[in-house]
């Protein structure tokens, strides 16, 4: 896909975002690229309600700029404003990313300062999401410029073993935790887990990690259940076919459940095996 190419919701927030900076301070942003599903080719915009309960996907952009950008300053209040008149016109998906300098993407994220950044169309001036491997992998080798060079013509930082050690520590410090937490029969993780979300996050989440470790590729959430309905066993179908239907169609219509608990609690065994199995792969040399 290129940037002429991009579903509507993707262009028109993408553009209003650009004509609004470029009116504010012009020349300001030098560079716009995509990345995340409409980069992985997974972009899906239905799933209603706000907030993490949809199964929609969000627009995740990189904005470049030539300097870094003060705090306290006009620039920086420039991108907060075409950021906030974006979001108002285009309230929907969620219009999330980070704001870097040429330097930064060639050096990597573990040198790279707190940066502007919005996450859940929540602009903050510093902060570090989207700050990792996974970013400037995905913009290193799937990234789409909207404005700006290829990335093939780019120096970025794409390391392999990073995204490796990376991947390992998102499983053992957010993945295992996060099983555990959700396993508690209070009301709060009940609610979230008979949620559409649920599965869509858990299921396709954790496979695209195992898929990443087993094949040092990345894929997106609808490639990691397509590779999990051929590599893991057959009692898990149900359960990956399901989140499957739901990331494709959203939460309409009747699938594989009628009881949501039963959905919820293979979801739950699947993330705890999966998450074993994906630790147990073995290293690259």
């Not at 190419?5 to 942003?29: K, T, W, Y």
């Not at 990234?143 to 093939?152: E, F, K, L, M, N």
């Not at 979801?267 to 999966?274: G, I, K, N, R, W």
Request: proline share 7%.
């Amino acid at each position: 896909m290129s940037g002429d190419d991009l579903p509507a919701e993707v262009g028109r927030s993408a553009d209003l975002f650009l004509n609004a900076i470029d009116e504010l301070a012009p020349g300001l942003v030098t560079g716009f690229y995509l990345v995340g599903s409409v980069a992985l080719g997974d972009f899906h915009s239905h799933g209603a309600g706000r907030g993490r309960l949809t199964t929609a996907s969000d627009i995740d952009f990189v904005a470049v700029t030539d300097q870094r950008l003060e705090r306290e300053s006009r620039e920086m209040e420039a991108l907060a404003r075409a950021h906030a008149a974006t979001v108002a016109a285009s309230p929907r998906p969620n219009f999330d990313g980070v704001v870097l300098t040429w330097a930064d993407l060639a050096a990597g994220p573990s040198v790279c300062p707190d940066v502007p950044c919005a996450q859940e169309s929540r602009f903050a001036p510093a902060g570090r999401s989207g700050i990792n491997p996974v970013t400037f992998c995905e913009l290193a080798w799937h990234g789409i410029a909207v404005r700006g060079p290829q990335p093939a013509d780019i120096d970025l930082w794409a390391d392999r073993n990073a995204l490796h050690e990376f991947t390992i520590d998102n499983l053992r410090a957010y993945w295992r935790p996060w099983w555990q937490q959700n396993q508690q029969r209070r009301p709060l993780p009940l609610i979230i887990g008979l949620s559409a979300w649920f599965p869509v996050w858990a299921v396709l989440g954790v496979s695209r990690l195992h898929h990443l470790l087993a094949t040092g590729t990345m894929t997106s959430k609808s490639g990691a259940g397509r590779y999990a309905q051929q590599v893991f066993d057959p009692r898990w179908q149900p359960i990956i076919s399901e989140s499957l239907y739901l990331r494709t169609n959203g939460a309409e219509g009747y699938r594989s459940y009628r009881n949501p608990l039963a959905r919820r609690r293979d979801t739950l065994a699947f993330l705890d095996t999966t998450i074993d199995a994906a630790l147990a792969l073995p290293t690259e040399s």
